[in-house]
Nanobody, 122 residues
Framework: QVLLVESGGGVVQAGGSLRLSCVAS????????MGWFRQAPGKEREFVAA????????DYGDSVKGRFTISRDYAENTVYLQMDTLKPEDTAVYYC???????????????WGQGTQVTVAS
């Protein structure tokens, strides 16, 4: 069982930065692949980034490559999403998720946080 709680969302001007945090609880947290997804109104949930248990594997959605960075702090049981050079099209609810295996589709993630809103103003 993994419980995930996101924070760090807010309103930012285009070109700005935000860092999202996801605190995980549960003794199996360190064994899970951690990912970030986002969902804008009227759109499907979109893969943003993921990182493996060891951190040696990471992957990013095409729309965020070069702008977003995922990282995890095992001591703090926290996964971060650093978002730079934000664009209005990055506006969405961002979700943290956990999967027992490497995955980039939402269906493969069994644990989800409640989401945090990110709004990028033009």
């Amino acid at each position: 069982q993994v419980l995930l709680v996101e924070s760090g969302g807010g309103v930012v001007q285009a070109g700005g930065s935000l860092r999202l945090s996801c605190v995980a609880s549960g003794r199996m947290y360190s064994t899970y692949v951690m990912g970030w997804f986002r969902q804008a109104p009227g759109k499907e949930r979109e893969f943003v980034a993921a990182t493996s248990r060891s951190g040696t594997w990471t992957d990013y959605g095409d729309s965020v490559k070069g702008r977003f960075t995922i990282s995890r702090d095992y001591a703090e049981n926290t996964v971060y999403l650093q978002m730079d050079t934000l664009k209005p099209e990055d506006t969405a609810v961002y979700y943290c998720a956990a999967s027992p295996a490497i995955a980039t589709t939402a269906a493969e993630y069994g644990y989800w946080g409640q989401g945090t809103q990110v709004t990028v103003a033009s």
